[in-house]
């Protein structure tokens, strides 16, 4: 018996462990750097809180101050906001490392989408916290200020107003992320550049309401995110607009030359000789063309029914060779879902080919 017992193969799951020790070095590295970043920041933690708190200090009347009112809030709160940025300043290597470690497992177009919109999104996330801090703030807390009851002193606690800042930061620049998100639901075909254009109204009351959601309890602030939330939305959807139209380019491809039927040559007229092999001649030639209608015959009938996996790889591989590596592509990820393993390994070497022929 133990000579019919089969060992592990070991085969099946390195792939897996593979993937969970790739995942923990770079978690691993994403953590070192941001390490060394606050590292780097704990000197400057009190200068760094005072640039983040000069919007407020410069709107406050004179003779007043931010407070603490526990103990190691003077302690905590500088040290808080240098991790938070820390984890700020290090998001492009820790995006980096998301990417290394997914990139691997996409095909070539995938690649040229996703990379842009990586950039893209970094850029606008600071783009939005920097907007937040030198225009928001600015005319968030003069308002705040000028608001105040009579007879009562504005004194803001240092770790309030962290966190205060820090949702706004936070917001502002998940909000300015809308042109991504945009691009990419069209993208992924869950809605269409006509059906974001037909939706709008409810896009602006949707931004207005997160608006007033994410941000302190005044028009201005409210308005502050929302229109800029508006903006970006309808550059999102030019973006997309642009995207759908390169596809459809890209769809077209080139097109097959023409084919064009030759034109019979006129025959001379045959010969007296040639009449007495006619008979002969003409009975050959409908037992060659009887067995050539009995070969078409036998392949353009089956004695199977076609397997719908094999026939979408065929229709795929036609496209292919027709210059639509679109259409193409979309069956050879239908076959990915419902082949079997040697059906997804054929698609896969085709998507490879088609990848290495852009």
């Known amino acids: 018996m133990s000579s019919l017992i089969q060992p592990h193969d070991p085969e099946a799951e390195q792939p897996f462990i593979a993937h969970l020790a790739e995942l923990r070095a770079r978690i691993i590295r994403m953590l070192i750097a941001v390490g060394i970043v606050v590292l780097a920041l704990l000197p400057f933690a009190n200068p760094l809180y005072g640039y983040v708190a000069a919007p407020l ?14 103990v190691a809030s003077p302690l905590l709160a500088p040290l808080k906001l240098s991790l938070i940025a820390a984890v700020f300043l290090a998001m492009p290597y820790l995006l980096y490392q998301v990417w290394a470690f997914v990139a691997p497992g996409l095909y070539q177009h ?11 999104s970094i850029l606008l996330f600071y783009l939005g916290m920097a907007f937040a801090y030198y ?34 930061f936070f917001a502002f620049g998940v909000a300015f992320e809308v042109p991504i998100a945009t691009v990419l639901l069209v993208a992924i075909g869950v809605v269409t550049p006509e059906g974001l ?8 009351v949707a931004a207005f309401v997160i608006g007033m959601l994410l941000t302190p309890p005044d028009v201005i602030s409210q308005t502050l995110l929302a229109v800029p939330m508006w903006m970006l939305f309808e550059l999102g959807l030019l973006a997309s607009r642009l995207l759908v139209k390169r596809g459809s380019e890209d769809d077209q491809g080139p097109r097959p030359p023409a084919v064009q039927t030759p034109q019979p040559s006129p025959t001379p007229a045959p010969s ?17 063309r009887g067995e050539r209608d009995a070969a078409l015959a036998t392949d353009a009938a089956p004695s199977a029914p076609i397997d719908p996996v094999e026939d979408k790889i065929r229709r795929a591989n036609l496209l292919r060779d027709l210059g639509n590596e679109l259409a193409a592509r979309q ?25 290495q022929s852009v």
Do not use: C
């Open 57 to 70: 200090l410069a709107k406050l009347p004179t003779g007043n101050t931010m407070i603490a009112t526990q």
């Open 110 to 120: 995938e690649k040229r989408l996703a990379l842009p919109l990586l950039v893209s």
């Open 135 to 168: 225009i928001v703030f600015p005319l968030i807390f003069a308002f705040l200020t000028a608001t105040t009851p009579p007879g009562v002193e504005m004194m803001t606690d240092i770790s309030a107003y962290l966190d205060f800042v820090l949702t706004l």
């Open 197 to 204: 254009k037909q939706k709008r109204p409810y896009v602006i």
């Open 272 to 288: 007296a000789a040639a009449w007495g092999m006619a008979g002969a001649s003409e009975r050959e030639t409908k037992h060659a």
């Open 331 to 355: 069956l050879l990820y239908q076959v990915l879902e419902e082949g079997d393993a040697n059906q997804r390994q054929v698609a896969r070497n085709i998507l490879g080919q088609l990848d």
